[in-house]
């Protein structure tokens, strides 16, 4: 595999944004071009976290995939209110950029999205506004009921972060930051598969139980585990295998290269 690491002008939030690629080093040998996951960060990270803190890149080289993983900031992927159009960069700007520079597929059913923590939310979010980008989406120990977290308890540093994406907090409950509510309201079930996986020991295990629940209910294509598990990199390096042996691609007997 190769490992790019990039920095480049993104127009639709006016910013220099960092990004890591995990390439198959010999796609020109295979008969098609690799599937591709777009593998988002946590609200502490950044584009590296994936790589720094997990075995992504040895994972996927059993895998004739392309991994990308780019900077989102603080910004729940989403179009900030107090901010910059993250949700616009995501699902316009970026895949055009790919699409441009790298030897990918540009077939739904071979692109992929998931993600841990805010990056778990961010996956749900895009696939849900976009339900024919992605055959695929995972969250991992996700931020999937933002409205049950909403305090006015919460210190400075936390108010200014959230208010900069969301604004008032409290128009969180039913708004389009609301991903419980938004399935819940679906008028037509996706044919996006779904994913969530989370550990019982999780401050975030029961956002993980209630988007199940209301998944149930919507009709949505899920898959669901949990685990003994904690809020750190012990569980997102476990399941991030269990993401990769889900989604539709298989292990990958090895060309011979000349």
């Known amino acids: 595999m190769a490992l790019l690491e990039t920095k480049f002008y993104a127009r639709s939030i006016d910013l220099s944004v960092g990004m890591n690629i995990i390439l198959p080093e010999h796609s020109e040998a295979w008969k098609e071009p690799p599937a591709v996951l777009y593998l988002l960060h946590g609200l ?5 976290s994936w790589c720094r803190n997990s075995n992504i890149e040895r ?30 960069f995501f699902t316009e700007e970026l895949p055009m950029l790919i699409q441009r520079w790298l030897n990918v597929s540009t077939d739904p059913a ?4 998931a993600g841990s923590s ?5 996956a749900v979010k895009l696939a849900l506004a976009h339900p024919g980008r992605y055959s695929a989406c995972a969250a991992l120990a996700g931020a ?3 409205a049950s977290h909403i305090s006015d308890e919460w210190d400075e540093s936390r108010q200014r972060t959230f208010e900069a994406v969301f604004g008032d907090i409290r128009s969180v409950p039913s708004s389009d930051f609301d991903l419980i509510e938004k399935i819940r309201s679906l008028e037509q079930i996706p044919e ?4 969530a996986a989370c550990g019982t020991e999780d401050y975030l295990y029961q956002d993980s139980v209630t988007f199940r629940e209301a998944a149930a209910e919507a009709g949505l294509y899920l898959t669901y585990e949990e685990c003994a598990a904690e809020h750190n ?3 997102w390096d476990k399941y991030i295998q269990r993401v990769l042996e889900w989604l539709p691609i298989e292990k990958l007997q090895k060309p011979t290269v000349n």
């Open 44 to 48: 502490s990270g950044d584009h590296t």
């Open 233 to 235: 990199w012990d569980f």
């Open 192 to 195: 996006t598969e779904f994913y």
């Open 110 to 113: 071979k692109t992929f999205i």
């Open 144 to 146: 999937l009921d933002l």
């Open 118 to 122: 805010m990056g778990g939310y961010g």
């Open 59 to 88: 994972y996927a080289r059993e895998y004739n995939l392309a991994v990308i993983m780019p900077d989102a900031y603080k910004s729940f992927y989403s179009d900030m209110k107090h901010g910059s159009n993250y949700s616009a």
